[in-house]
């Protein structure tokens, strides 16, 4: 007898042999046991998932001797007929070669007459989708009327090119795609019956290579016991099936991890060598990545679909690229894969996008760069000591808009001048550390909402909190923080995160040195241009910002304070 594929033999031949498809079989056993059978069912689903094979056996479940029945028999004539193929009043039409109006006319005229032997005609068009408009037109009134003793079943891999004129007439089924548990499960039975040797990690490649279909990994079982004698190696399955060694996937992450852009080119040149589809590689390194993804998550190495050893270095590997890394790198890779898959130079695609993802150790992560190069903590930043004072920027003058309520003033104009409070009696004024987690949680508060200026309040002397109100105390010379406060935007920002930390009752005010608070010297004038210039609006905010006093007018070109302000 001539030798017959695994993927024939071992076709079920009862509804409880179909491999992972329980739903649809619970749902036309319960409707045959109640005699609820429509005359229309749709199997739609990607290949090798059993469309055609459950249509065959519930034609046999609806002309078995004892049915019809959810068990059908094997043993009589017409169940013997049907797994043969030779039953006349099963029909099996391939609609690809079948898809003329023409032909579906006829189909749809033989089916007035009643059956030869059995007790229902059954029609199983195959590919449905393929036939034309015109012949899903010629299908409509039959299928929505047939006579009693049809029922048609399609079948299809393209559901959404059936016309909904022909769903809206039948009972609609999606095979799934069966899992790789599932699929390994029923390979090591098949491998059971017919002697062949296979280590679990070999099937489960093999059930991962079939991609849900029972079909495509039957048939790739078939291939590897044919390749080895009835015994298949774990290494030779990663060769037959990914068409690359694990290996050198392994060598090309541990090229990546370390940033070793010469290795990679290396790795490149070897798949071109040996002619590797670099499509193929790119999806398998994918997965392959993800493996590596779920060990840096703490994934058991058995659980993966590789040779012992090579899980076990995979996953040192792993630990030691660290899960962030690796994500950063899945995340490159992802974003790739359609220019790798769509480009006509594969190989080029692919060497640009793994030296890309080389240069990924070379960068600065955001985290380290905001706290100054060094790894990333929890918690707002800190500093020991307080950075120099920013030195002023060099402006040039420019008349300032006067408010309605100033008269006008000629150069030289009488200029607001903060005088610094004498600097704290040690050499380096260090900021006091806070008694509690409330200035933190202040500083924080403000670095939401604008980085910069919560990095300069770390370079103010202290800060202090009592009687509800928040003191920032400045650094000598400090020029950029009392200019920058004259800004609403950056009072505001201040305010909120005062109230957010502190109350709504809460409220800040700068101070100068160890809490002295600094005074506005103004030389002496005539009383009544005193009193305007003291009254100016300028003048009045530093007053009300730093809880200063006017004594004197004193006529300096412009401050950077004004010049910043601007």
């Not at 739609?44 to 029945?69: D, F, H, M, Y």
């Not at 004539?77 to 006349?88: F, N, Y």
């Not at 991609?211 to 390749?227: C, I, K, P, W």
């Not at 190696?233 to 852009?261: E, I, K, N, S």
């Amino acid at each position: 007898m001539a030798y017959q594929v695994l993927a024939r033999k071992w076709r079920p031949q009862d509804f409880a042999s179909l491999v992972g498809q329980e739903t649809i079989v619970t749902a036309l056993r319960n409707a045959l046991a109640e005699g609820r059978i429509a005359q229309a069912y749709v199997f739609s689903g990607i290949r090798g998932v059993g469309k055609t094979t459950a249509a065959r056996l519930l034609a046999k479940a609806l002309n078995c001797e004892q049915g019809p029945t959810a068990t059908p028999c094997n043993a009589c004539v017409a169940c013997r007929e049907i797994t043969a193929g030779s039953d006349i009043d099963v029909v099996e039409v391939d609609a690809a070669t079948h898809s003329k109006v023409e032909q579906i006319r006829e189909l749809t005229e033989s089916l007035r007459y009643g059956p030869a032997r059995d007790r229902y005609k059954v029609v199983v068009l195959d590919e449905v989708h393929r036939l034309s408009r015109n012949a899903f037109d010629a299908l409509l009134k039959i299928v929505e009327e047939p006579p009693a003793h049809v029922v048609f079943v399609f079948a299809t891999t393209e559901i959404e090119a059936v016309p909904a004129t022909i769903l809206s007439r039948c009972q609609e089924y999606h095979f799934r795609r069966v899992p790789p548990a599932v699929l390994a499960a029923h390979l090591r039975e098949i491998c059971t019956h017919e002697n062949i040797t296979a280590s679990d990690a070999a099937l489960r490649m093999i059930a991962r290579a079939g991609e849900g279909s029972v079909r495509d990994s039957v048939a790739l079982l078939d291939q590897m016991a044919t390749f080895g004698s009835s015994t298949i190696a774990d290494q030779d399955a990663a060769r037959l099936l990914g068409g690359t060694d694990t290996a050198l996937f392994l060598a090309v992450l541990r090229a990546l991890v370390a940033g070793d852009a010469q290795a990679v080119t290396r790795q490149t040149a070897e798949i071109e060598e040996q002619g590797w589809d670099p499509r193929q590689v790119f999806a398998r390194f994918l997965a392959f990545c993800r493996d590596a993804l779920h060990l840096a998550l703490g994934g058991s190495p058995e659980a993966l679909d590789l040779p012992a050893d090579e899980a076990i270095a995979l996953q040192a590997l792993a630990r030691e690229a660290r899960y962030e890394n690796l994500l950063r790198l899945l995340h490159l890779l992802l974003a790739s894969e359609q220019v790798v898959r769509r480009s006509d130079a594969g190989v080029l695609a692919l060497e640009i996008t793994w030296l890309r993802a080389a240069e990924l150790p070379k960068l600065l992560q955001l985290e380290e760069l905001l706290t100054g190069g060094a790894p990333a903590t929890p918690g707002p930043p800190r500093r020991t000591e307080p950075a120099a004072p920013p030195m002023p920027r060099p402006t040039e003058p420019r008349p300032e808009a006067t408010a309605p309520s100033a008269p006008p003033v000629s150069a030289p104009r009488p200029t607001a001048v903060v005088a610094p409070a004498p600097p704290a009696p040690e050499a380096k004024a260090e900021r006091s550390a806070p008694s509690g987690s409330a200035e933190d949680a202040f500083l924080e508060a403000v670095s939401k909402r604008k980085q910069a200026l919560a990095a300069h309040l770390e370079d103010a002397q202290s800060l202090s909190f009592a009687d509800g109100e928040l003191k920032i105390f400045l650094q000598p010379g400090d020029e950029w923080l009392p200019a920058a406060m004259q800004r609403s935007t950056n009072r505001d920002i201040l305010a909120e995160a005062v109230r957010e930390v502190w109350g709504p009752a809460a409220r800040w005010c700068l101070a100068a040195g160890a809490g002295v608070a600094p005074t506005v010297k103004l030389e002496a004038l005539p009383a009544a241009e005193t009193q305007q210039l003291a009254a100016h609006p300028m003048v009045q905010t530093m007053l009300e910002i730093f809880g200063g006093k006017v004594e004197r007018i004193s006529t300096i070109p412009p401050s950077p304070l004004e010049e910043n302000d601007a």
